[in-house]
């Protein structure tokens, strides 16, 4: 039996398929577009395709991400800070924080053994500290968004963003280049800006996280830049799983297996 | 407008509780309504005061007042608050500022708020709050009356609030005429502590376990409660109040939440309509069971020494002062109710309740208690995408839900 | 006297100085212009005034110097939450609050006057000297003259003699307010000594300024860069913190407290008679100057100017003075972002 989550981000809709073991066996990434239940159709039919298998093979589904509710055949839908502590404690056991930044959205998420959530938090409403923040500026800079994973190699730290505030950040990035700051310094800037903000959300949660085991998921976690400056204003070392965007769908499926098992057989009146 | 809006309120309810549904809430909202009315009537002489005011005072003296934050509620609950809050921003007023403010303020320009005989505006229990009214006073080109409230209840800061409050009455007989009558002043005290008394049994009761109080039944009801004191209608709201708890506690019936999870909300809810309280009784068991502006009871105050009563009363309201004591109290709630987590809307630009976002977390924590923090503008539903609420909410019931129990 | 009790630390412009003076300390003011990270938020909140947080960060940064204790006034919202928010980022070091009232009546004059006999009671505790009328008259006599002295100052540089012009004021300013008032007199006196350049090419616009926290002497040197010249200001970080008490005899702590609360006012103290002054204060203030225009420089997030801007742009309207209103985060960075609407308003006077 197969078990399958998916989770549908505002930029992506990933798809995550288990089997009995819990062993992944397929996933997928696909643009989520306008359009949530194509974009759910197409990710599920891609991991069945890459399995091998057919639709009847999968015992249960779970949905996240802010589209859970509209995945029609989900057993049950649970949040995405649920999702992403269970998934990043199958791919990291013993992770202790997590810290989750996705397109709209950036958390810490405290762990318990089991993957449970201790304590999360939130960012503010604005899109200080999201990937949201990173597409603005990457706009500003104008540089492809993924070529600004290390952009930051070289520089030195001397250039601090202090605006935090999307549209003010982004005229101090235009007038930084004005003043004909180095774009690897203007980088760092806006990736330890960014650490900052995930910092205070961390301290909310805890204040021990010296003494923890860090990782950090969701879409802005392959941006080897972000990584390295929260890393540096942590001090701490921070894993990222391979594939860092499939975290929530991955731990959709293994709540999809456990539910199952826990699921009372229908009894028909 | 408003003058039918609530007459037409005033009437459905009233209808409603002839038809045989009648509930407390229905017969609080049905005093709100006269309320308003009231205020809107064009021939009752008003005043628009700061919240920690002392009402029953001023009731005593025949003068509709209530807190111009009440007028930002409403709009904000009729779904009408947008185009009030877009004309405040014409006037560059930034929207950094608390959305209560900024739609009473548009509420003015529009020409919505009745003109007040005077105003009253209170130190406590924010800067923002005493700046509206001062500009209210401007606008109206009405005379302002300021009452500070001082930190702490000793015995002179006690004594130079008593004092203000002499002065505030002498204030009011200048401009409407009218003298407070000694007798009516003794009546309006031995009502406030008569309503209080009921206000701590309402409160004792919706401690119980489960709890008999739905999260809708107490929204709003401590800090609107003030407006009613000194008169026999506080008296009989907060008598409907207690009487249905105990009925609902001597029937077991708590209603649609099986009571799994108790939660206190922190400051003040959010005023338009929204799916969110609904949303966790029936898919998640759990109640919002106490909020942290509506347990808030007083010493009796002395009919003989009536200002010093006023006075103490003013100054120990948990939200006046320090973050200390309002950390102090919440935990006390949190302790008495049993509260498995709570919820601060934070709500936007409300540099005094939410300022100290972190101290409070940091505060229930100590005991145990998990915080989660909304950040909603509890007023301007324009900003209100309910995912994203849904999504915090339900993340924090799943978290409550790996647990273990913290009082059992 | 006995001085060198050490260093008591302040952050509002109300801070009654002399007070702390005459019980032996020397004040200090925690400007929020020092670099250091930005952690406020943890324990306050993100959208709280940006000089409350920068305090702040310095405090939970380690960047102050030794303080014997604390004083924070209650002048609006924030300040109150950074004396709660200090308590837990300084477990069990000296810190007060005093209230302040934000009318001044004859009764409140008097409350604040108790305030202020309860802070000289804290500073004793904190190991400072017994207050009495002589050594309160005698601090409040020093810091008259520093208030004489930048009169003299602000004169120098509206005449366009005083080298390194509001800039140098402001620096000036900042000095004096973490400096004793010895020393503020000794330099203020050689400052005044030193006589500018002759300038070439064309005078700036005679500008009022007014707002809140604007300590950056860079922001100064901005202005006049843009074409602004800077006649008089009211400011927290200005003008305000310095301006004269009258002594006149009788209770020292009265007159303190009177003409604390007297003083050109931060727009979280107003006057009930006269609701919504500050415009036409503003706008009063302005034309005595000879300001062709005005600007506010205001701290994010400040609940007090914020709800009195409107009212500031109605008055000035009125006057037809141009007002340019500037908002700012503590940060050099964001008053460098506010250079091209200086310069096209002063293009607009000129």
Redo the contacts between chains.
């Keep these: 039996m197969y078990y399958l989550g998916i989770d549908i981000g505002s930029l992506s809709c990933d798809a995550v398929l288990i089997n009995g073991g819990s062993t992944i066996v397929a996933s997928a990434v696909v643009p989520t577009g306008a359009r949530n239940r194509e974009a759910i159709a197409r990710a599920t039919d891609e991991v069945l395709r890459i399995a091998g298998i057919a639709r009847a093979d999968v015992a249960a589904v779970v949905s996240t991400g802010y589209g859970r509710d509209r995945v029609e055949e989900r057993l049950s839908s649970v949040t995405e800070i649920t999702c992403h502590a269970r998934g990043i404690t199958a791919l990291l056991p013993g992770t202790q924080l997590l810290i989750d930044i996705g397109g709209q959205d950036s958390k810490a998420i405290l762990l318990g053994k089991e993957g449970n959530v201790i304590d999360f938090a939130m960012n503010d409403k604005c899109a200080a500290g999201t990937g949201r923040f990173l597409e603005a500026m990457a706009r500003a800079l104008q540089v492809d968004i993924d070529d600004m994973a290390d952009m930051d190699i070289g520089a030195e730290g001397k250039q601090s963003i202090s605006s935090m505030c999307t549209v003010f950040a982004e005229s101090e990035v235009v007038s930084l280049i004005a003043d004909g700051a180095p774009v690897n310094e203007i980088v760092m800037g806006l990736n330890r800006a960014i650490a900052a903000r995930i910092l205070s959300l961390v301290k909310r949660t805890t204040l021990q996280y010296p003494d923890m085991k860090v990782a950090m998921s969701g879409g802005v976690a392959r941006n080897a830049g972000v990584v390295r400056a929260i890393s540096f204003l942590m001090d701490r070392e921070v894993s990222v799983p391979k594939k860092p965007d499939t975290v929530g769908a991955l731990g959709a499926a293994m709540i999809a297996k456990e539910k199952n098992a826990s699921r009372r057989p229908v009894v028909s009146a | 407008m408003m003058k039918e809006y609530f007459t037409d309120l005033e009437e459905g309810i009233q209808g409603a509780i002839r038809g045989g549904n009648s509930s407390p809430k229905k017969f609080y909202t049905l005093e709100l309504a006269r309320l308003g009315r009231r205020l809107y009537s064009g021939t009752d002489a008003i005043a628009w005061c700061g919240i920690t005011a002392p009402f029953d005072l001023l009731n005593a003296m025949g003068v509709t007042s209530c807190f111009v934050e009440f007028i930002g509620a409403m709009l904000a609950s009729t779904g009408v608050v947008g185009s009030f809050i877009e004309e405040t921003d014409h006037?560059?007023?930034?929207s950094?500022?608390?959305s209560y403010?900024r739609s009473v303020s548009g509420a003015a320009i529009k020409g919505m708020m009745p003109v007040p005989e005077f105003l009253i505006?209170t130190?406590n229990p924010?800067?923002?709050g005493?700046?509206?009214l001062?500009?209210l006073?401007?606008?109206f080109g009405k005379?302002?009356?300021?009452l500070?409230i001082?930190?702490n209840d000793s015995a002179?800061n006690v004594r130079?609030l008593a004092?203000?409050m002499r002065?505030m009455v002498a204030f009011v007989s200048r401009i409407t005429g009218r003298k407070l009558d000694n007798d009516l002043l003794r009546k309006t005290v031995e009502n406030s502590n008569r309503a209080c008394g009921i206000m701590r049994e309402i409160f004792a009761l919706a401690r119980h376990v489960p709890s008999p109080a739905a999260s809708r039944d107490l929204s709003n009801f401590g800090i609107v409660m003030a407006l009613f004191l000194g008169g026999e209608q506080a008296v009989a709201i907060a008598g409907a109040y207690r009487d249905e708890f105990r009925r609902r506690i001597d029937a077991g019936d708590y209603g649609k939440s099986g009571g799994k999870f108790r939660l206190l909300w922190i400051q003040n809810r959010i005023q338009f309509r929204h799916g969110l309280e609904k949303m966790l009784e029936e898919e998640y068991g759990t109640s919002i069971i106490v909020d942290e502006l509506n347990d808030i009871t007083w010493d009796d105050i002395d009919p003989e020494n009536p200002y010093d009563g006023f006075a103490r009363r003013s100054i120990s309201i948990p939200f006046n002062g320090?973050?200390?004591r309002r950390v102090e109290h919440l935990k006390k709630l949190a302790r008495e109710y049993r509260i498995d987590g709570a919820v601060n809307p934070?709500n936007?630009?409300c540099?005094?309740g939410?300022?100290?976002?972190?101290?409070i977390?940091?505060g229930l924590?100590e005991i145990g208690v998990?915080v989660l923090?909304l950040?909603v503008d509890c007023v301007d539903s324009r900003?209100f995408t309910e995912?994203?609420f849904r999504?915090?909410l339900?993340?924090f019931m799943?978290?409550l839900a790996?647990?273990p129990p913290l009082w059992r | 006297m006995n001085r060198n009790k050490g260093v008591i630390g302040f952050a509002c412009a109300y801070t009654p100085l002399p007070l702390i003076h005459a019980a032996g300390f020397q004040p200090y003011r925690v400007l929020p212009n020092v670099d250091c990270p930005d952690q406020a938020g943890h324990l306050l909140h993100d959208n709280l005034c940006p000089h409350v947080k920068r305090v702040l960060d310095r405090a939970m940064s380690g960047l102050l110097p030794d303080l014997k204790g604390m004083v924070f006034m209650n002048s609006c919202d924030s300040m109150r939450r950074l004396y709660d928010a200090w308590k837990a980022a300084r477990v069990g070091r000296n810190v007060v609050l005093v209230d302040l009232p934000a009318v001044a009546t004859d009764s409140s004059i008097k409350f604040f006057r108790d305030e202020l006999e309860g802070l000289s009671r804290t500073l004793e505790r904190w190991d400072g000297a017994v207050i009495d009328e002589a050594s309160l008259a005698g601090s409040i006599g020093l810091y008259n003259r520093i208030s004489a002295l930048f009169t003299e100052l602000r004169g120098k540089a509206n005449r366009s003699a005083l080298k390194g012009d509001s800039a140098k004021l402001q620096e000036a300013y900042n000095r004096a307010s973490i400096s004793s008032p010895e020393d503020c007199i000794d330099f203020l006196e050689a400052l005044l000594k030193e006589d500018a350049d002759i300038q070439q090419g064309e005078a700036g616009v005679p500008v009022y300024l007014f707002g809140n926290m604007l300590p950056e002497p860079e922001a100064f040197a901005l202005f006049e860069s843009c074409g602004a010249r800077i006649v008089s200001d009211d400011l927290c970080t200005g003008s305000r913190l310095f301006s004269a008490i009258e002594t006149g005899g009788g209770d020292m702590l009265l007159n303190l407290a009177r003409g604390i609360l007297e003083r050109p006012a931060c727009a979280r103290t107003f006057s009930a008679e006269r609701p919504g002054s500050l415009g036409d204060d503003v706008a009063a203030a302005a034309k005595k100057t000879g300001a062709r225009g005005v600007i506010g420089y205001t701290a994010k997030f400040c609940d007090p100017y914020i709800a009195r801007l409107p009212g500031v742009r109605e008055s000035l309207k009125r006057e037809g003075i141009p007002l340019l209103l500037l908002e700012g985060d503590c940060t050099l960075r964001s008053i460098g972002q506010h250079k091209t609407r200086i310069q096209a308003f002063v293009e607009m006077m000129r």
């Design positions: 006037t560059g007023y930034s950094d500022a608390c403010h505006g130190t924010c800067s923002g005493l700046a509206v001062e500009n006073a401007c606008r005379e302002l009356f300021v500070h001082p930190q002179g130079f004092d203000q002065e320090t973050m200390a934070c936007w630009g540099r005094q939410t300022g100290a976002r972190g101290l977390e940091n924590k998990p923090n950040e900003k995912g994203q999504t915090r339900e993340a799943e978290m790996t647990r």
